[in-house]
């Protein structure tokens, strides 16, 4: 052996020692409290702790699994903390890691909502959350710029954006049509070798040296678990599709369609399918849905719930439950309000993430096999192109419901979009939105700390007798 080898050889670190489930138990619930700023905070939060620090999974496997829980339905840093915990522990690893990154989430959420519901219309709280609404809104702009500057290097992808941001916004066009019209020229692209969606990596990268997948815990093989029969795939299916849709099932057979519970049960389960690309860019979705067609919570409202899941711990798609706590609470029937909101919120959270561990356990096995699969990585790119226009779409909506205190709606042939009523501006708005876009991308201040700043200056203008 050369010098040279025997040099390599000896720089290599050593792989890390086997980890039990309950010593990953204590990773997994510091990076579920550590779990604040969004989806692209929390991926950076994982990298760092699971790739740089513990070198629990390499760079490439990392990625991997991201771009697969980026297909996915559901939030992706959920499911990529889910998918990692499944390849250490198998099942039981992965659901350790994924309901432990939803749990402090669940009970922050839970807890917020009664304090909303309790005290909302006391002028304290309301001008707390008057103040998190300007900040949400530069929250969501800055989310257009990170995905578009990852997402949007070929004319082609800006075109996707372009396009997918004019079908939602001003002509209607469902969401998830506009996800899977990208899917699919995205995966032609990708497997006929064209390079208009070729992925450029997606997530967080390490600022020194790679960590590669064959000296980290996980190393370069495929687990045993990750070759399933048919037999095993099958019961895994079974069971976590009962745990679904069974309660589903029983809601809609016991208290009949109309029913609240059985409303949140399936309109919260068809989300579940079609939410791709994250809290963001289905949250226009779900206002369109639960604001007006359903009359579950006002705009405004969705905008301090919003406001909620990014100020506590865990996934933004969280703000879910409070969508559901307030239809629940408000079409309470013969339950006490807030028994029947608490009802309603853990339900919405159950068919949200039930899912969630269904495509993970059932396709990671697969997709484990699918490393730097072309068509995948197109499908990827394409999709996250067109999100990009979905996002953009969600932040003109916020911002309309934010500085406005009323809109039109605008309707001329196949036009159809909500426009701003001038006169009704709100000039306190605009000034903390103003300052909350500076604090954002000039100052380059974190999310938590201007969120924190818009809460305090709206309790400030409250006191000076400024804002209701």
């Known amino acids: ?26 990773v997994w619930l510091r990076i579920a409290a550590l779990s604040f700023g969004g989806p692209a905070g929390q991926i950076a939060v994982m990298h760092r702790i699971l790739v740089e620090e513990k070198r629990w999974i390499g760079e490439h496997r990392f990625l991997h699994a991201l771009n697969y829980c980026m297909l996915l339905p ?4 959920q499911q990529l903390a889910t ?10 690893g992965g659901i350790v890691a994924g309901a432990l990154f939803v749990l402090p989430g669940l009970v922050s959420i839970m807890a917020l909502s009664w304090v909303y519901v309790l005290y909302g219309k006391v002028g304290f709280v309301s001008a707390l959350f008057f103040g998190l609404k300007a900040a949400v809104l530069a929250v969501v702009l800055q989310a257009v710029v990170r995905i578009g500057s990852r997402a949007l290097r070929s004319t082609a992808a800006r075109l996707l954006a372009a396009a997918a941001f004019v079908l939602i916004f001003f002509l209607g066009v469902p969401f998830p049509l506009i996800v899977l019209g990208a899917g699919l020229i995205g995966w032609a692209a990708g497997r006929t070798g064209h390079p208009a969606f070729r992925a450029g990596g997606h997530g967080p990268t390490a600022k020194g040296a790679v960590v590669e997948d064959a000296d980290t815990l996980l190393g370069e093989e495929l687990p045993d678990h990750a070759r399933p029969g048919w037999r095993e795939t099958l019961r895994t299916a079974l069971v976590w599709l009962a745990l679904w849709l069974v309660p589903v099932a029983a809601l809609l057979l016991l208290l009949g369609p109309t029913n609240v519970f059985t409303s949140i049960a399936t309109f919260f389960s068809t989300l579940a399918v079609v939410t791709f690309g994250g809290a963001y860019a289905v949250l226009a979705y779900v206002a369109q849905q639960a604001v007006e067609a359903r009359g579950w919570l006002t705009a405004p409202e969705m905008l301090d719930g919003l406001g909620m899941a990014e100020t506590t711990p865990g996934p933004l798609i969280m703000v879910l439950q409070f969508v559901g706590f307030l239809g629940a609470y408000r079409k309470s029937g013969a339950l006490p309000p807030l028994l029947a909101g608490t009802l309603g919120g853990l339900l919405a959270t159950w068919v949200t993430f039930v899912p969630c561990f269904l495509w993970i ?11 730097g699969n072309p068509a995948v990585a197109g499908a990827l790119s394409a999709i996250t192109a067109a999100v990009v226009g979905v996002v953009l779409n969600l932040a003109i909506w916020f911002a309309l419901h934010t500085l406005f205190r009323q809109t039109a709606r605008f309707h001329a042939g196949p ?6 009523v001038f006169a009704s501006l709100d000039p306190w708005a605009l000034l903390l939105a103003a300052g909350a876009i500076g604090a ?3 100052l380059r201040a974190g999310v938590i700390v201007t969120l924190a700043a818009t809460a305090a200056a709206g309790v400030a203008l409250h006191l000076l007798g400024l804002i209701g």
């Open 361 to 371: 356990f059932l396709g990671a096995p697969f997709i484990e096999r699918l490393r």
């Open 74 to 77: 559901g939030p992706e840093a």
């Open 440 to 442: 954002i991308f000039v």
């Open 83 to 92: 998918y990692i915990g499944w390849l250490m522990h198998k099942t039981k």
């Open 415 to 420: 036009l159809d979009f909500d426009v701003p």
């Open 1 to 26: 052996m050369s010098s040279v080898a025997l040099d390599s050889a000896a720089a290599a670190p050593a792989r890390p020692a086997p980890v039990t489930l309950g010593q990953a138990f204590w």
